[in-house]
């Protein structure tokens, strides 16, 4: 057996998880925390129990297994298996001088003094946002049926998580298919939204051809796992309006045709094995179906607005991809257009959809440094509070 060098074993010992101990909520006021996408940790579902996103071994080398989600006709591809939530990403250390990442940690510390009655709904961040929107609304009757029907709940959201509260909102546990009916929210009192992608990311559209690194590793989060995540194509833009010609002007594009994607060569289409099984193509119209289905849901309406308040966290100062260029009929990622947001998401599609009536508080903190910024964590106290 060959023995690793001091050195490296120091390296793999320095690496740290951190953990936050929230006590279970007490009381008839309740604050939800719903992370955003990548904001859990996961772990193998058996008796191992191997974390998978995201250890230290996983960010210092390329790696070999993915976090892809198997589906029929898939190829075989090193993965790890079925996989459990692990709480949610705190602070994740590598040696101070290496790497550290610093996710919901300082939030959920602040949380734990400053709002009333805190807990984290944390979930499978790869799964379709509509299931898991269920699950947050079944949670929130959860807790008033164990306080006799009499309870508040702050809802306060981050990322994608923006999507799965409002979804929840608007249908509670039931179908989508119809007019809005805020059925989820019968005992939410106030709701916050920091750096939610309501009209979608651009930015994701790339992700698809060229994956996701973390660190060194570009396994995880490969274009072959990105594919099987049903919350990666609902990340997307609601409509395909982030063409524009070789000037800059918009041009008509449909990005959501599987002949798109297949013909393209994005995504896992790059592989030219991959378009002649016809499983992938199969796979492609389900996940851009949930896309669709999803932006569907989540589309302005009218009526009155809700009877809950809510704040919405707007991200400046961080540009990012607005437009992809399109050439000789085809995209292409070089020379993107940019604009403002908060580095993943754009000002412009930071906003909840009509009719919500929203606060809005700008930062300058950038899209994961916001939850942990001391001006926004105040800001947000005072909200939910009432304060």
Request: with cysteine.
């Amino acid at each position: 057996m060959r023995l690793l060098p001091v050195p490296f074993l120091m390296l793999l010992s320095a690496c740290t998880a951190s953990r936050v101990a929230l006590p279970p909520p007490t009381g008839d006021e309740v604050t939800v925390f719903i992370h955003g996408y990548r904001g859990s940790f996961l772990a193998t579902a058996d008796a191992e129990h191997e974390r998978a996103w995201v250890s230290v071994g996983d960010l210092l080398t390329r790696g070999e297994r993915s976090l892809a989600l198997p589906f029929p006709g898939q190829r075989a591809t090193p993965t790890f298996g079925a996989l459990e939530v692990d709480g949610p990403m705190t602070r994740f250390t590598v040696l101070p001088w290496v790497a550290r990442y610093d996710i919901y940690k300082g939030f959920l510390e602040f949380a734990r003094e400053r709002l009333p009655g805190f807990m984290v709904f944390d979930y499978d961040w790869r799964q379709d946002n509509r299931v898991t929107a269920k699950r947050l609304c079944a949670l929130l009757e959860e807790l008033a049926a164990a306080r006799g029907g009499r309870v508040k709940v702050n809802l306060v959201a981050h990322s994608m998580g923006g999507l799965v509260t409002l979804h929840c909102l608007r249908y509670g546990t039931g179908d989508d298919t119809g007019e809005p009916t805020w059925a989820g929210a019968r005992h939410v009192k106030r709701v916050v939204f920091l750096g939610t992608p309501f009209r979608g990311a651009p930015g994701m559209f790339d992700d698809f051809t060229l994956g996701t690194p973390m660190g060194r590793n570009r396994a995880l989060l490969s274009p072959e796992a990105l594919f099987t995540f049903a919350s990666a194509f609902q990340l997307l833009p609601a409509e395909s309006d982030f063409f524009v010609d070789a000037s800059g002007q918009p041009v008509a594009f449909d990005a959501y045709r599987p002949d798109a994607w297949v013909d393209g060569g994005w995504g896992v289409f790059q592989d030219a094995a991959v378009r002649e099984l016809p499983a992938y193509r199969q796979w492609l119209e389900r996940m851009l179906e949930a896309r669709s289905g999803l932006a569907r849901a989540l589309s302005e309406r009218g009526g009155p607005p809700p009877p809950f308040r809510t704040l919405a966290v707007v991200g400046v100062g961080h540009p990012l991809i607005k437009s992809f260029r399109v050439i000789d009929g085809k995209p292409t990622f070089e020379d993107p257009v940019l604009a403002d947001g908060d580095g993943s998401v754009l000002t412009t599609r930071a906003l909840p959809p009509a009719p919500l009536h929203v606060d809005r508080l700008e930062t300058k903190a950038d899209h994961v440094a916001m939850v942990g910024d001391e001006e926004v964590m105040e800001a947000v106290a005072r909200f939910v509070t009432g304060d």
